[in-house]
C-alpha cells in the first residue's frame, strides 16, 4: 500500500473531538436532530378534538347522562370556543425545550375542565333539568377523564 493511497483514507475521517465539552456538544446535536415533538398541534388534530366534543356534548355520553345534551348547533359554537381556549393556555405555557407531552396533558385538562364547567353551568340554568340521570353514572368513570381519554385518543390518531 502506498502513502498516497493512506493519506486519502485518513482524511476522509473527522478529526477526534479536542475536549470532552464537544464530544457532549456533538451528542446532544444527534439528539436533538432526531427529536420528536407532538406540539403545537395541527389544525387537523385541533379539529378532530371539536368534532370529539361536539359529539360528546350533543350525543347520548356519560356527560350528557348526568347533565343532559346540548343541541347540535350550541355544542359546535361552545366547543370552538373550549378549544380555542384550552389551545391558548397551552400555548402560552410551552416551551421550546419540551417534547409537547405535557402540553398536550394540560391542553387535554383544559379541555376537561371548561366542558365541564359549561355543562354544568347550562345544566345549572335549565329550570327543567332532571337529574335522576345522575344517580345510574358509574362513580369510576367522571366526563373529566372520559375528556381527556377523547383529546389524548385524538392526538394519537394523528400522529400515527
Do not use: C
Amino acid at each position: 500500500m502506498s502513502d498516497s493511497e493512506t493519506t486519502t483514507t485518513v482524511s476522509t475521517a473527522a478529526p477526534p473531538p479536542e475536549d470532552d465539552s464537544s464530544a457532549t456538544d456533538i451528542k446532544k446535536q444527534e439528539r436533538n436532530a432526531i427529536s420528536f415533538s407532538i406540539w403545537p398541534l395541527t389544525q387537523r388534530t385541533r379539529d378532530a378534538v371539536i368534532t370529539r366534543l361536539i359529539e360528546t356534548l350533543s350525543t347520548t355520553s356519560v356527560l350528557s347522562k348526568r347533565y343532559g345534551t346540548v343541541p347540535h348547533d350550541e355544542a359546535s359554537e361552545v366547543s370552538r370556543r373550549i378549544e380555542e381556549e384550552a389551545f391558548s393556555v397551552a400555548t402560552s405555557s410551552a416551551s421550546s425545550e419540551d417534547d409537547g407531552l405535557e402540553v398536550v396533558q394540560l391542553y387535554s385538562k383544559e379541555i376537561s375542565k371548561r366542558m365541564l364547567e359549561t355543562v354544568k353551568a347550562r345544566s345549572g340554568s335549565s329550570a327543567n333539568g332532571d337529574n335522576s340521570a345522575a344517580k345510574t353514572v358509574s362513580a369510576d368513570v367522571t366526563p373529566t377523564s372520559m375528556a381527556s381519554e377523547e383529546v389524548l385518543s385524538s392526538v394519537e390518531t394523528e400522529a400515527a
